[in-house]
């Protein structure tokens, strides 16, 4: 099961819950399952059928610029980001 | 045996001290850059020199105030004058409401980077373009430009973060509400506060309370620009077929032919950018401003036109750096260990969404290993020009604040003040604020070098001396590259890659395409593409060219090695699995033929050699950089001079030493600017009343001792040959060491940016009157 991070600003839709091991291959079926489990997760971290522009995502370590296709391993850790560039 | 043409994985783990490095050839040697000579005899073509036949001049109407609605427009005195062939205004820009574009390194809402370019109902900033000519020469265009009338319904300005955040401000945006990191609103009205971030692990109350000192300080600093010494200038030529050639100054052709493709709503494909030698960008050069006016006035005009900005109207037009104000409260047992950490943190992002609050936040207590932290952000809307990025933008100030805080633990507690943040700092799976854990990372090693360094260790004595030291960290990023490669018959070999090369990348990508090939630095000839050129690459920003397009060219190398390997095979009638590479030669059975003999006979064993590669790697590549400086500051006049200056950074491996001892070198001496001098000065109206590099402080080389620069190498284990990324973190750390030793040479805490002259007198001053007893 993927271990995914909850933003401290997403946390009123888990009741606090920081951490939350969820099953899927894929950001997409990630994200689904999360939704399924907080309903209004979804919601929060996707917009017009792709990740929220507003956010990066970060699988294991590493930025990911795959989005909802992003692969997700089966012990894969994912944490949700504020989107960053750089100079 | 086969070939070994696997990608090498990097030492793991490996420092100088612990193994023994790899025996490179040329990474890690100093050849002379490719473009030296062009460069030093001015025959570099930059935006500037581009002439094209017929071409015309262009000239922005800017803003004379900080807020305004725009009434009216009249241009039709400006349309009758001799010599005028086009004026523009927002109203020749198409509808570009509410769409967000990905640009790459992130993505932006078109409607504001249009409202940018030429403004629509309001004019947001002193200098925000309204209008804009073409004539057949500059003097006319100026000329012209004076004669567009613009009726302002002026309105008061905001220009101080805080300020802005009141609920009586004035509101720049009718339609951005408050948003948090997904985007989601959380405001019921309009606000200038575009955007909330909260970041909280741990348990800060327990945390705090279980603290043995505690200390909490509150920060400010000013806006700054990159100070690029090229204006900004493009030439647009829109010919009849619907074809868009623009010649540039740019960080990244392709982004900038995205944003132009973008805002006038033509396809990538009609667009072609060919990004001209740069000045100088520093994250500054991202951003279009120039680009697509001169593209709709070669449009309406039928001609080519070059626009290029004054200095003021780079000051006054172009993204600088977001004043902000920071709190950062630390708590820490007597040992010196951090358990708590909070910082509230306001970051102005100028007249548009989208700052660099994300950054500050994320890189706020980046050094170090805390438990408890809670960081808030607020990205906050001012009438100043939009913010760009600046060399790790947003980590300065953050760092600033947390550094000085840092420093006062130490003091408190009596522990030196490396020795304290080795003490908290980050390693291998240490956890920041709002991340995922560090891979390997060298923040231990820099900060121990520096600690064992002759200038640590060395006395500083006389009155009004102080020493500081401070740590900076910046993620740096991998993104999207392309290189391509063809083998000349003589054995060089021509690279194409599509970075803009800022600070010597053209050839420290060479060198790794050198390395792996086996021949010398100098037998590759490197070449900046546009794009109808070269693959898509992103901007030469986030400290990536020499990591991810040096990753392009080693895997183009690999290509090479893998046909060339076939072209050998062919010339021994063996099979190609049976080659082996190494020395810069290909082997077999006892057989052997340099590379450079190889490239004489490709045309008896196929025909040309084409190599190419296109990556995306996933960083954060993870740059951590010490500074340690020494201070006198007069007392009479509050006049700060660096006497002696050094700074350490993991490079993870220096690719060209030069290069990165340059970056360290530049960056410092950019944090040193933020740190004494550079400041955008505001009138009370919000104009910026020091629009010059006469009365906008940059430093000299008259200004400063030489910086030593001091490399320290823990390869970067998702790179080949171990790169980081260097050219971001260098910036981040001066300013706040800078601070730490006019305290230590004073007794002064310094809580705002720059620490000016007047400023460091009168907090002198007032230590004076007011002695803490």
């Known amino acids: 099961m993927a271990i995914v991070h909850i933003p401290t600003q997403l946390r009123t839709l888990t ?12 950001l997409r079926q990630v994200i689904a399952a999360l939704d399924a489990a907080h309903p209004g997760l979804g919601a929060r971290l996707c917009q017009n059928e792709g990740l929220s522009p507003a956010l990066a995502v970060s699988i294991d370590g590493s930025f990911t610029n795959r989005g909802l296709l992003a692969k997700v391993g089966p012990s894969s850790e994912i944490h949700f980001l504020p989107a960053i560039g750089g100079g | 045996m086969a070939i070994d043409t696997r990608e090498t994985p990097a030492d793991a783990g490996r420092t100088a001290a612990d193994k023994s490095a790899p025996a490179y050839k040329v990474i890690g040697t100093r050849p002379i850059r490719h473009d030296g000579a062009d460069k030093v005899t001015g025959r570099a073509i930059y935006g500037n020199d581009v002439q094209l036949a017929g071409m015309l001049h262009g000239k922005i109407v800017r803003s004379p ?48 980077l249009g409202a940018n370019v030429l403004a629509h109902q309001k004019v947001l900033y002193k200098g925000h373009a309204v209008a804009a000519v073409a004539a057949v020469n500059p003097h006319v265009a100026e000329e012209a430009a004076a004669l567009i009338k613009v009726e302002y319904e002026p309105l008061p300005a905001v220009i101080w973060v805080l300020d802005a955040m009141k609920p009586e401000a004035p509101l720049l945006h009718d339609e951005v509400y408050t948003e948090d990191m997904t985007g989601h609103r959380t405001s019921e009205k309009p606000s200038n506060a575009s955007k909330y971030l909260l970041f909280e692990e741990g348990n800060i109350d327990k945390g705090f309370a279980s603290a043995d000192v505690v200390i909490e300080r509150e920060f400010k600093t000013a806006s700054v620009h990159q100070g690029y010494i090229e204006p900004h200038v493009s030439t647009a030529l829109w010919n009849v077929d619907g074809q868009l050639t623009v010649w540039t100054t740019t960080q990244g052709a392709f982004t900038a032919r995205q944003q ?43 001609r080519p ?25 630390l708590g820490a047992k007597k040992d010196g260990r951090i358990v708590a950490a ?21 890189c706020v207590f980046s050094c170090y290993d805390i438990p408890n932290y809670r960081v808030e952000g607020y990205d906050v809307l001012v009438n100043k020009p939009k913010t760009a990025a600046y060399r790790a933008p947003g980590a300065t100030q953050a760092a600033f604040a947390a550094e000085q805080v840092v420093d ?86 021509t690279l194409m890659e599509g970075s803009t090369d800022i600070g010597g990348t053209r050839t420290s990508v060479a060198m790794q395409l050198a390395e792996t090939l086996g021949i010398a630095a100098e037998d590759v000839k490197p070449q900046v593409g546009d794009t109808d050129s070269v693959g898509y690459t992103d901007v030469t920003g986030g400290s990536r060219v020499t990591f991810a397009t040096g990753l392009a060219a080693y895997q183009c190398g690999l290509d090479i090695r893998r046909q060339m390997a076939e072209r050998a095979a062919v010339l021994w009638e063996c099979d190609a699995q049976d080659v082996t590479f190494e020395d810069g030669a290909f082997r077999q059975n006892g057989r052997s033929i340099t590379f450079k003999e190889l490239a004489g006979r490709l045309n008896e064993t196929g025909g ?53 001892e340059g970056q360290l070198q530049g960056g410092t001496v950019q944090g040193i600017g933020w740190a004494l001098n550079e400041e955008y000065f505001f009138d009370d109206q919000g104009r910026m009343r020091n629009a010059s590099y006469l009365d906008y402080r940059m430093p000299t080389a008259l200004d400063l001792p030489m910086i030593d620069a001091v490399i320290v190498e823990v390869p970067n284990p998702a790179h080949p040959y171990g790169v980081r990324g260097v050219g971001e973190t260098p910036i ?10 006019i305290y230590h040479a004073t007794g002064v805490r310094m809580y705002e940016l720059p620490m000016s002259p007047p400023k460091v007198w009168a907090a002198l001053q007032a230590k004076r009157e007011c002695p803490v007893v």
């Open chain 1, 15 to 26: 009741g606090g819950v920081e951490r939350l091991e969820v099953s899927g291959t894929t």
């Open chain 2, 65 to 112: 105030h900080a807020h305004a609605r725009i009434k009216r427009i009249d241009t039709s005195a400006a349309e009758k004058l001799p010599g005028v062939h086009a004026v523009i205004t927002a109203a020749d820009l198409p509808d570009l409401r509410d769409k967000v574009a990905d640009l790459g390194e992130g993505r932006v809402n078109l409607a504001h």
């Open chain 2, 260 to 302: 132009t493709a973008e805002l006038l709503q033509v396809p990538v494909s009609r667009v072609k950018v060919i990004p001209c030698e740069i000045g100088g960008g520093f994250g500054g050069k991202i951003p279009v401003y120039l680009e697509p006016v001169a593209a709709l006035l070669s449009r309406k005009s039928g």
């Open chain 2, 305 to 329: 036109v070059k626009m290029v900005m004054t200095r003021a109207e780079v000051f006054e037009g172009t993204g600088p750096t977001p004043g902000s104000f920071v709190r950062v409260k």
């Open chain 2, 342 to 362: 909070q910082a509230w943190l306001a970051y102005d992002a100028g007249a548009f969404p989208g700052g660099m609050i994300g950054p500050g936040c994320m």
């Open chain 2, 408 to 493: 006062e633990l130490a003091e408190k507690l009596v522990i030196d003040p490396i020795e304290l943040r080795l003490k908290n700092a980050a390693t291998e799976g240490t956890k920041r604020v709002g991340w995922p854990a560090y891979p390997r990372i060298g923040f231990v090693e820099t900060l121990q070098t520096a600690k064992s360094h002759p200038h640590y260790k060395a006395p500083l004595s006389g009155k009004n001396r102080g020493r500081g030291i401070a740590a900076g960290f910046w993620f740096n990023i991998g993104l999207k590259s392309c290189a391509s490669a063809s083998i000349n018959p003589d054995g060089t070999v």
């Open chain 2, 608 to 660: 040309p050699v084409l190599g190419r590669a296109a990556v995306d790697p996933e960083g954060p590549t993870n740059g951590f950089g010490v500074s340690i400086v020494d201070v006198e500051v007069d007392p009479d006049t509050g006049k700060t001079t660096i006497l002696r200056y050094t700074v350490f950074q993991d490079a993870g491996k220096a690719i060209h030493p030069s290069y990165v």
């Open chain 2, 732 to 741: 981040v750390a001066p300013p706040a060491a800078v601070a730490n030793a």
